[in-house]
């Protein structure tokens, strides 16, 4: 059973920062994807953020210039540094996780067989 426990949530102002982590119960090199979502509390559907196909790290346009992906497979974690913060950031965020390899795209949610639970990230004023 592969198990995800997301940290790291919390409120924030606007041009803020927020480091998120995500410890996995196997080792990070298991996935072939391995990566962060979001959803708002508006009910809208669930966006990626970022995640890693492999080794490539790929960006959404949401967090491009502002959000770091990374990982640390020492410690079978991986992280989402935020940075510069908007209001529209907040939302509950989501690690997730596929072993196998595919060549769909790596922003839809339906091809992580693995999620965890959420942390909240609030920005406000």
């Known amino acids: 059973v592969v198990r995800l426990v997301e940290s790291g949530g919390g409120s924030e102002q606007p041009g803020g920062s927020l480091r998120l982590s995500c410890v996995s119960s196997?080792?990070?090199?298991?996935?072939?994807?391995f990566g962060w979502f979001r959803q708002a509390p508006s009910g809208k559907e669930r966006e990626a953020v970022a995640?890693?196909?492999?080794?490539?790290?790929v960006v959404a346009d949401v967090a491009k210039g502002r959000f770091t992906i990374s990982r640390d497979n020492s410690k079978n974690t991986l992280y989402l540094q935020m940075d510069s913060l908007k209001l529209e950031d907040t939302g509950m965020y989501y690690c997730?996780?596929?072993?196998?390899?595919?060549?769909?795209?790596?922003?839809?949610?339906?091809?992580?067989?693995?999620w965890g639970q959420g942390t909240q990230v609030t920005v406000s004023s």
């Open positions: 995640t890693f196909r492999g080794d490539e790290t």
């Open positions: 196997l080792s990070t090199d298991s996935f072939y994807l």
């Open positions: 997730a996780a596929r072993m196998s390899a595919t060549r769909a795209s790596p922003f839809a949610p339906s091809w992580y067989n693995y």
